[in-house]
């Protein structure tokens, strides 16, 4: 099992600024992938960007350029650095992360708002 705990959403105005953390406990020997996930209002889920245990990274078109995800495994923590902060970018965000044995676990999610 692996517990994740995330922090750093907050109210932000365009063009501003936030990182998100999500932390990582127990059976963390396991991480395989980790991922930024986000949902706004009436819309479905999407994956904002991944990480492989490895470094490699992926995003989706929206956010390239402005949102940077990245890991330090010896804390087992994951970070999305988000810049250039638009109003769109409003959602809860979530970590979500792999196992080498075939499971993902869920943050409970962290409100970002982006507005004047």
């Known amino acids: 099992q692996v517990q994740l705990v995330e922090s750093g959403g907050g109210l932000v105005q365009p063009g501003g600024s936030l990182r998100l953390s999500c932390a990582a406990s127990?059976?963390?020997?396991?991480?395989?992938?980790m991922t930024w996930g986000r949902q706004a209002p009436g819309k479905e889920r999407e994956l904002v960007a991944s990480i492989s245990r490895g470094g490699s990274t992926g995003y989706i078109d929206s956010v390239k350029g402005r949102f940077t995800i990245s890991r330090d495994n010896a804390k087992n923590t994951v970070y999305l650095q988000m810049n250039s902060l638009k109003p769109e970018d409003t959602a809860v965000y979530y970590c979500r992360i792999y196992t080498s044995d075939l499971r993902d676990y869920w943050g409970q999610g962290t409100q970002v708002t982006v507005s004047s």
């Open positions: 127990g059976s963390t020997f396991s991480i395989n992938a």
